[in-house]
C-alpha cells in the first residue's frame, strides 16, 4: 500500500505559479505510476497529469498542455506538478493518484486505474 499527502496549494493571481508536491510512503514507490486530477465544485473530477514508473512517459490533456508539468523524484517518493501560467477556471481541489502498472513506462489517465488517493490540497486562482 502507498499513503499520499498533498502539499504546496494556496492562493495566486492569474498568472501566476504553483508547485504542488505529493509524498509518498512505503518503499516501492518507483513502482508507482501516479497522476493528477483535479475537482472544482460542482464539476466532476478531471486528469491533470500522468507520469509512468520510470518517468519516462507523461501525459497532459490538452487543458493544461503547455502550462503544467508532472516530475517525480523516486529518491525522494514524491511527485510534482509544476503549474505555471494559472488561469481562474484551474481553481479546484488537486488530488494526486497511485497506481501499480504493469510495465514501468505504462501511464494511468482514467479516474478508475488509480487505487491510491491523497486527501488534496487548494488551488485558487484569482482573476
Known amino acids: 500500500q502507498v499513503q499520499l499527502v498533498e502539499s504546496g496549494g494556496g492562493l495566486v493571481q492569474a498568472g501566476g505559479s504553483l508547485r504542488l508536491s505529493c509524498a509518498a510512503s512505503?518503499?516501492?514507490?518507483?513502482?508507482?505510476?501516479m497522476g493528477w486530477f483535479r475537482q472544482a465544485p460542482g464539476k466532476e473530477r478531471e486528469r491533470v497529469a500522468a507520469?509512468?514508473?520510470?518517468?519516462?512517459?507523461?501525459y497532459y490533456p490538452d487543458s493544461v498542455k503547455g502550462r503544467f508539468t508532472i516530475s517525480r523524484d523516486n529518491a525522494k517518493k514524491t511527485v510534482y506538478l509544476q503549474m505555471n501560467n494559472l488561469k481562474p477556471e484551474d481553481t479546484a481541489v488537486y488530488y494526486c493518484?497511485?497506481?501499480?502498472?504493469?510495465?514501468?513506462?505504462?501511464?494511468?489517465?482514467?479516474?478508475?486505474?488509480?487505487?491510491?488517493w491523497g486527501q488534496g490540497t487548494q488551488v485558487i486562482v484569482s482573476s
Open positions: 493518484a497511485a497506481t501499480r502498472p504493469n510495465h514501468p513506462l505504462q501511464i494511468a489517465t482514467t479516474r478508475d486505474e488509480y487505487d491510491y
Open positions: 507520469i509512468s514508473a520510470s518517468g519516462g512517459n507523461t
Open positions: 512505503g518503499r516501492t514507490f518507483s513502482m508507482y505510476a
